[in-house]
Structures are given as C-alpha cells and as structure tokens.
C-alpha cells in the first residue's frame, strides 16, 4: 500500500531563515507526490506536485520541493520563511485513484 | 478554496440526530471527496466518488453515507451510529486530468453536544 510519513509535528524557524519541511514515501511503482498547506480553520490548498521529470519542483509561494529516490524523500524547502508562512503543511501520495495524507507538520516561523 | 463550498460552516448536533453535511463545486470535476480531520491525526478519507451515481467507501466509512445524484453535489451524512463524530470535515473535488490535484473546500465543523 502507498504511504507517506512525516516525521516531524512541528518545524520552528526563525523568519528570513531557509526552512524544511520533512516527508518520506513508500510506494509500488512510480510515485505522484504532493504538498498541500492548511490556514488555521480553512481547507487545504494545493502547493506543488511531482510526477515525473526533474528532481526538483517549484510550487506557489516560493516553495520547492525535491524528489530524492534513493532516500524515499519528497522534502518541502523554502530559500527565506515568512512569518505568513505558518501554517500546517500536508504531504500525499496518489494510489489509484484517490491519495493518502500524511499526519501534517506545524510550521512556526517566529519574527 | 476555489469553486467549491461547504455548509454550515459550524453545526452542532445532539446525540442520536442524523445531520447532512453539504458539498456543492462549480468546477466541472468529476471525482469528489470527503475527509475527517482531526488533531494529529491528519486527514482520514470517509467516502468518495468518481461520477455520478456511484460512490466509493474510505477508510472510515463506518457511520457516515453519502449519495452522488448530481455531478455538482456530494452531501454527506453523519449518522447517529458514528460514535464520535466531533470533528473538521473537509469536501474536496478533482479533474481527472489533473493527475491527482484536488481543491479543497472551507470545511465545516460538526460539535456533538
């Protein structure tokens, strides 16, 4: 079965700062990998996905993301946090024909 | 959010009641999709449809139903058998081209008094 771990509840980092946000796969055949993020009391919006091709995926809100297959790694990374942007943050893998969330980690950037 | 709305945005229900959660999209998308949030435990898929007139069970179908009649609407219902339905319920839809990005709706939080 397809699954997605994040092993992290909450990521802190300081505003200006680069941030990481941490997610591993495990999947049969070729992932489709996504990230979502969730403002306080509202649903998800779609950041970036990767299907195929290169590595590296630029998403909305200056975020990327990078497919690393020898480690099982989709990380979500950002050059320089913003204090807008703490939120909660979703990874997901597609099986067949619906996906399957991670348990979502907490982004804290403090002014 | 996109085209898609939820409501009542908060809704609280004695025990025993049944309540219909509604889901509308003006997106033209084919697959819907309804989730339970709850802390920590991220998002649990309860039911979900690909066209109209047929629906799907999640993960956590046991105490929920849902009907599909129209392409637009997917309304879900809690029903009294759910034994802890206090939670963020979240509709979701998705154009089968886009390989797996769906739009999310605001969701609506159901209390139990």
Known sequence: ?111 | DGGITQSPKYLFRKEGQNVTLSCEQNLNHDAMYWYRQDPGQGLRLIYYSQIVNDFQKGDIAEGYSVSREKKESFPLTVTSAQKNPTAFYLCASMRDAEVGTQYFGPGTRLTVL
């Open chain 1, 1 to 111: 079965a397809q699954s997605v771990a994040q092993p992290e509840d909450q990521v802190n980092v300081a505003e200006g700062n680069p941030l990481t946000v941490k997610c591993t796969y495990s999947v049969s055949g070729n992932p489709y990998l996504f990230w979502y993020v969730q403002y306080p009391n509202r649903g998800l919006q779609f950041l970036l996905k990767y299907i195929t091709g290169d590595n590296l995926v630029k998403g909305s809100y200056g975020f990327e993301a990078e497919f690393n297959k020898s480690q099982t790694s989709f990380h979500l990374k950002k050059p320089s946090a913003l204090v807008s942007d703490s939120a909660l943050y979703f990874c997901a893998v597609r099986d067949v024909d619906k996906l399957i969330f991670g348990t979502g980690t907490r982004l804290q950037v403090f002014p």
